[in-house]
């Protein structure tokens, strides 16, 4: 790569963290504060996929809830060899403060339009969902390609989710549309008290197909002796 590609690509960086703010405003997005989550370094990872979240104010959800998610999910796909990175998490009024979310209307449809961001999968942190949902998500065996709500998952803070809720809704996304089924206790169960950490080597190698994961650039100095 010549010197000014590159200093091209670093001014356009510069520009677009300098808009961040003025572009969510316009899309109807209020007041809204950007954080970068830094993943924690020295494990072996052999994928790694982007995550984007937006965690909606008056919804109940704090931080810390948020932080907890974020947390159990990346111990639960480190199963998997597979690291969320970056993450990045966008605190901010909902556009006319929409916090409960009808998806007969698609109205996370409509919200996933406005949205400024082009990689997926967005995680929405919402007060309720009208149809009495505690977390649901839109992956590509029922949502067609090109859909705005196509790789996103919404997550109600009405109900009160246990901490694996989002890794659960990210295995849809990552390519586990279905239930484990039977009585299996895993991530994936589709009965709620059978839900937990658990993931087996199917489903890992599914994760690993999916176009929304990369495989990760090996650091050669984490493996020398
Ligand atoms: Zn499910």
Known sequence: MSLSTWAQQLEAILCDSLNEKDIWQTAGFINPEFKQL????????THEFELNMVIFRKTGWTEKDVLNQISKATHIFKQCGIN???????????????????????????????????????????????????AYSWDASIEPPGSPRLNTVWI??????????????????????????????????????????????????????SPLLKKTVINMELLRP
């Open 38 to 45: 830094k993943p924690a370094p020295g494990t072996y990872f």
């Open 84 to 134: 969320i990175s970056p993450i990045k998490m966008i605190l901010t009024d909902a556009p006319q403060n929409k916090i409960d979310i009808n998806y007969n209307i698609r109205e996370d449809d409509h919200m996933a339009r406005l949205t400024p961001l082009t990689k997926k999968p967005v995680v929405y942190f919402i007060r309720s969902n009208i149809e009495g949902q505690l």
């Open 156 to 209: 109600t803070r009405n109900k009160n989710p246990k901490q694996n809720v989002l890794a659960h809704e990210l295995g849809h996304i990552l390519g586990a549309s279905s239930h484990r089924p039977g009585l299996e206790k895993n991530l994936m169960s589709g009965v709620p008290e059978f839900i937990n950490d658990r993931l087996e080597k199917d489903q890992c190698e599914a994760f690993k197909r």
